[in-house]
């Protein structure tokens, strides 16, 4: 027997465990992942990262070669190379 279940469509555009980002300090939902692209698009949440199961929650460090779309609530901003991004906050 087979059994179909319903998925909603913001599902269906991430099937792994990603789905949540963290970068200094704050929570980012995953809202559209594609693996074969390297790219990642995240809106911000009021979620902290104690809210998160940690098998969801990932630190933005980990997608080195991910271009990187973050929607905060008040503007968007793009992290095009994250290493670069990375070096520039250590300074």
Avoid at 12 to 39: H, Q
């Amino acid at each position: 027997m087979i059994q179909i279940q319903n998925v909603n469509q913001e599902d269906t555009k991430n099937i792994t465990r990603i789905k949540y980002i963290s970068i200094g300090g704050k929570v980012y939902r995953v809202t559209d992942l594609s693996v074969s692209e390297s790219y990642i698009e995240a809106a911000e949440t009021e979620l902290s990262t104690d809210e998160v199961p940690g098998n969801e929650l990932w630190s933005i460090g980990e997608f080195g070669q991910y271009k990187i779309k973050l929607i905060n609530r008040q503007k968007k901003i793009k992290v095009i190379n994250i290493n670069q991004w990375k070096q520039s906050k250590q300074r």
